[in-house]
């Protein structure tokens, strides 16, 4: 009989930036596929996304659009354009702004911490009771995400216990690639979210993709037969 506690770590490709990208990523099985429609060099529009979704449909995958302190009508805009199931604040947004956007629209709201040091965890404090997940990344300069850099993952756990005691899910993200995510792993963190490091010549790599599941299924095999 199937355990009832099995735990499957949550994947999330993102920064799909072209019909080939994005027929990659859903050729995976990674949970969610992400669309960067803040400026970046992934960066896309609503009606590039809607016509990919046309054509190939995302199967089981939840769609997430990642937007850096846009405006509403804009983030709007792209809910109406495209299926998103998650519209992902990666940026300054305030509990004002999600509220306003929670009340406007039915998508999942997940709010984005850049980690700095123990003390950032207490910045998602506001957003407990609004939003429906968060992402802690890492902010290098004026770059939101995307950078390909880790913050100390030796913190994951002060998140971890958030996640737990609000009931609220969350991923990893920041330079998770196939290396980096063996030193990851034994975090055991609810989600890993990565788009510089599955890509190879600034497209997506179904080699990596595959890898990066590969691994994340036999940390999931091991950890739930312990
Ligand atoms: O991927 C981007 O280009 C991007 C740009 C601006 C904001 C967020 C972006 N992506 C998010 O960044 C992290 C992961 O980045 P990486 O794996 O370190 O490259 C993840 O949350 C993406 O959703």
Known sequence: MESLNVFKTKVKFCGNKSLEDYEASVKTDADYLGFVFARSKRQVTPDQVAQWVALVHPRNKRLVGIFVNQSKEFILHAIRTVPLDVVQCHGDEDLTFIKDLK???????????????ESTVDKLKPFLGTIDGFVVDKKVGNQYGGTGTSFNWGHIPLYDKVSCENDIPYLIAGGINVETLQELLPFSPQGIDLSSGIEENFAKSEEKMNLIERMVREHDKRTNTR
Not at 103 to 117: G, L, P
């Open 103 to 117: 009340a406007e629209s039915d998508v999942d709201i997940w709010k984005v911490i850049h980690h700095e040091d």
